[in-house]
């Protein structure tokens, strides 16, 4: 009997290793021709990095508009994308000089960034902290740094990842790429459950996620004479965040895409690609809707769902918000 069990523990981890050999994960296996020149990583290269000790962003967005945000604040989220870029591109191409650009800003920050002293700075980390922490992901073998790895765990305080908003799927995302770049699988495993109760509690059974339709472009964040304006920006910006963790957490152990919150998923998905392609069929349709097609997440989630919508936008192409470059994986 014992033969016969520890037999079956054999053929389950056989079983489990040839799927993944035969799995094709979209970060894991991100294979690109071309994306060192795309990115003009060479040029990245030279440039030079200033980071800050304190974050003391002012809100966002005014009763007018969105605010020019501060030097300090640019360069936190310009060395968040830059240094993801870099360490992509080490990841396909092999270039230790991309990977050891990146280590180089994440270690600056990590070494000076002393204080997160507003709410905005705070929600700045939430937003940009996944891109290092993905670039972290991609280089850490070759150049572990556990100085970076420390300024992750002050940084977590920030995560978001409590609340039913965009700022809620962000902090998954922060949670599930910082587990990632810990090691630490009790984050992972309590980030895998949080994606499927925020799935629930976010996004209604017809996959509209109500607390983002109605946004505007001003600091009356639901109200006013644009009341809805980015409703569709905000959906995207959402769910684009949900996409990537999921699908970390999918590379990682958690399938949740044909788990019940992952069919609800495919609903919204389907849902917002419906808005996309006639945005008059949007509940707060008006001229002049910001952010429609920051769609390029649908790249991924048609790897896992059907919608004829979707399929239709990705055919035509126009697809923004693709901080991931998720456009420049080789099919």
């Not at 993801?84 to 396909?92: K, R, T």
Request: hydrophobic share 40%; proline share 4%.
């Amino acid at each position: 009997m014992k033969r016969f069990v520890l037999f079956l523990l054999f053929m389950r981890v056989c079983v489990c290793v040839q799927a993944h050999a035969d799995q094709d994960y979209f970060f894991r296996d991100f294979k690109s021709t071309d994306l060192p020149q795309k990115l003009h990583l060479d040029k990245k290269l030279s440039q030079t990095i200033q980071p800050c000790t304190q974050l003391n962003a002012s809100k966002h967005y005014t009763s007018t508009g969105v605010r020019e945000p501060d030097a300090c604040t640019k360069s936190f989220k310009k060395s968040a994308t830059m240094s993801y870029d870099l360490a992509l591109g080490y990841w396909v191409s092999k270039n230790k000089q991309y990977g050891l650009k990146a280590i180089e800003i994440l270690n600056a920050w990590a070494k000076e960034l002393q204080s997160v002293d507003t709410y905005q700075s705070e929600d700045n980390i939430n937003f940009y902290m996944p891109y290092m922490n993905m670039a972290y992901w991609f280089v850490k073998k070759a150049f572990p740094s556990p100085e970076y790895e420390d300024f992750i765990k002050r940084m977590q305080q920030y995560s978001q990842s409590a609340l039913n908003t965009n700022h809620g799927a962000w902090g998954i995302l922060f949670d599930v790429s910082s587990a990632l770049a810990l090691d630490d699988h009790a984050l992972l495993q309590n980030s895998a459950n949080r994606w499927q109760e925020w799935v629930f509690k976010a996004i209604d059974e017809n996959g509209v996620i109500p607390s983002a339709i109605t946004r505007s472009d001003t600091s009356d964040y639901h109200g006013g004479p644009t009341k809805g304006i980015k409703g569709i920006a905000y959906t995207n910006f959402a769910l684009l965040a949900l996409t990537v963790s999921g699908e970390l957490l999918f590379e990682n152990g958690y399938d949740l895409w044909g788990s019940e919150a992952g069919k609800r998923l495919s609903v919204a998905y389907n849902k917002t690609a419906t808005w996309i392609l006639n945005p008059e069929t949007f509940p707060y349709f008006q001229p002049n809707l910001i952010g429609v097609h920051n769609n390029a997440y649908f790249i991924i989630l048609a790897k896992h769902y059907s919608s004829p919508s979707a399929d239709e936008l990705l055919k035509q192409g126009d697809l923004h918000e693709d901080g991931f470059r998720l456009k420049l994986r080789s099919l």
